[in-house]
């Protein structure tokens, strides 16, 4: 069946724009999280969607960075004004609950110049 | 104190070699693992689940040790298609959802020689 898919895979923006990012989980998975991941580093948490509870989203960086999820779909990744630093994969992973594995999309490269 | 901890490597092994990994865990509440390969510049991919003792897959073995808090991943007769970053996943499971309760390592790097 469809995997994880993420879009765009590729953004590159200048600095102080906003820009969005979409995931697209797995059908009848109930579970969405999102993570950056820096070149060469580990994964970083950001946040967590599960269900209809409320979504964790302590590890958003900044108050530049929101996330949103319609039901059990579609989820989009806002960062505002961004900075170099922000310059990484994003990666978005759906399970079918908390306690299942995750897979993950393909990730967005985002390249802030 | 890191939750979850690999040694980074590299560790360069020679085709067909064996290779192992330890994976350590902080928290005694966790209670399913998870080992993830990940390519240079792709996703991670599953490739093990462990809820119980362990777990095995072929030439991949994984092994969970409660009680000294570690998860280890052995690979038999490796490939250079094995070559890869493994990245270890502990879960806490809490009671409900709504909270994140999983923690990954920063992964260790495989590179397979021929």
């Known amino acids: 069946g469809a995997g994880v898919s993420q879009s765009p895979s590729n953004k590159v923006t200048e600095k102080g724009k906003d820009v969005e990012l979409r995931c697209d989980p797995i059908?009848?998975?109930?579970?969405l999280y999102w993570y950056r991941q820096r070149l060469g580093q580990g994964l970083e948490f950001l946040i967590y969607?599960?269900?209809?509870?409320?979504?964790?989203k302590s590890g958003l960086p900044s108050d530049r960075f929101s996330a949103e999820r319609t039901g059990e779909s579609v989820s989009t990744l806002t960062i505002q004004r961004t900075q170099q630093e922000d310059s990484a994969v994003y990666l978005c992973?759906?399970?079918?609950?908390?306690?299942?594995?995750?897979?993950f999309g393909p990730g967005t490269r985002l390249t802030v110049t | 104190r890191k939750e979850v901890e690999q040694d980074p490597g590299p560790f360069n092994v020679p085709e067909g070699a064996t290779v192992a990994f330890n994976c350590t865990y902080s928290n005694s509440a966790s209670q399913s693992f998870f080992w993830y390969r990940q390519d240079c510049r792709k996703e991670p991919k599953l490739l093990m689940s462990?809820?119980?003792s362990g777990n095995e897959d072929g030439r991949f073995t994984a092994q969970l040790n409660r009680a000294s808090q570690y998860i280890s991943l052995l690979i038999r007769d490796s490939k250079l298609s094995d070559s890869a970053t493994y990245l270890c996943?502990?879960?806490?499971?809490?009671?409900?959802?709504?909270?994140?309760?999983?923690?990954f390592g920063k992964g260790t790097k495989l590179s397979v020689i021929p």
């Open positions: 996943v502990s879960h806490v499971t809490m009671t409900g959802a709504g909270s994140y309760q999983l923690t």
């Open positions: 462990v809820y119980s």
């Open positions: 969607f599960q269900g209809n509870s409320a979504p964790d």
């Open positions: 059908s009848g998975h109930t579970a």
């Open positions: 992973a759906s399970s079918l609950d908390f306690t299942y594995e995750q897979y």
